[in-house]
């Protein structure tokens, strides 16, 4: 698993590809983590763009970060979701915590990501 961090203006966005699995998981936070707590941004955009593999671990991680922001008015939004784990993610709640968009270009200034 690999995570990118790129950083524009106000938002954080992460980058992630190849499996996310209780072993990956860990260092995906904390790449995540680095990034909230150094730039405090107005916004946390997670794209599983090139994730090829998920389980219960991708929806920790997702909580995990919701809970880090929580407090800061940060808003997130998990994107470019397969089918599945967009399905996954809804039936886990996830839409209470982020918005969830099959496609990073559906995401908008308007949004609460």
């Not at 990118?4 to 590809?17: D, F, P, Q, R």
């Not at 922001?69 to 886990?92: D, W």
């Amino acid at each position: 698993m690999q995570t990118k961090i790129e950083i524009n203006g106000s938002t954080v966005t992460a980058y992630l590809s190849g499996e996310i699995d209780h072993h990956s998981a860990a260092s995906i936070r904390q790449a995540i983590d680095e990034s909230i707590i150094s730039r405090k941004p107005q916004r946390l955009i997670i794209d599983f763009k090139d994730v090829s593999f998920m389980d219960s671990s991708g929806i920790g991680l997702v909580m995990g970060r919701y809970r880090l922001l929580e407090n800061t008015g940060c808003k997130m939004a998990i994107v470019n979701l397969s089918p599945h784990a967009y399905r996954v993610m809804q039936l886990a709640g996830m839409e209470k915590l982020a918005v969830l968009k099959k496609k990073a270009k559906e995401v908008t200034n308007n949004e609460s990501a």
